[in-house]
């Protein structure tokens, strides 16, 4: 199962073999095992630039999820590669600053949003009571999957 990890923000360290092993978790739970998926580990500047030409939002943000079995309209075909799910862009300040907040170190805060971003590329939202129910309890499932050694 192809993950790849690049780290442009080298002032947080971050263990990437971690990732790694969360992710291919994440994508066996979820009987995904082949998938693919991109994590860009960067800085507030480059989250914020992307997420101001891609959400219209001209702030950073703790991770963008770019998925590519979205469609953008009902009509449109799904890409041509199921098994490619898309890039997470994560912004380490903004992942330190929140471990800081809840009181856990920059790994942990990185695996449970991680795993937000995952679902997203699923096509999970939590834009309703609902839907953000829903992606709970399976955010909770991960990452009691994903904890177990």
């Known amino acids: 199962m192809p993950i790849q990890i690049r780290n442009e923000y080298k002032a947080i360290r971050v263990n990437q073999k ?16 082949k ?25 950073s943000t703790d991770i963008l999820s770019f998925g590519m079995r979205e469609q953008k309209k009902t009509n449109e075909p799904l890409p041509p590669h199921p098994e490619v799910l898309g890039d997470l862009v994560v912004s380490l300040p903004t992942i330190k ?23 997203h590329l699923l096509g999970y939202d939590h834009a309703t ?12 499932s991960l990452l009691a ?3 177990k050694k």
């Open 129 to 140: 009571q609902t839907q953000q129910l829903r992606m709970e309890a399976l955010h909770s």
């Open 35 to 59: 998938a693919e998926i991109s994590v860009l580990l960067t800085s507030d500047k480059t989250v914020q630039s992307l997420n101001r030409a891609h959400r219209g939002k001209n702030q």
């Open 18 to 33: 971690a990732v790694m092993v969360l992710l291919e978790k994440c994508l066996r739970k979820m009987k995904m095992a």
């Open 97 to 119: 600053k929140q471990a800081g907040t809840r009181g856990v170190s920059v790994q942990t805060e990185l695996q449970f949003i991680l795993i937000h971003g995952f679902l």
């Open 145 to 147: 999957t994903c904890q």
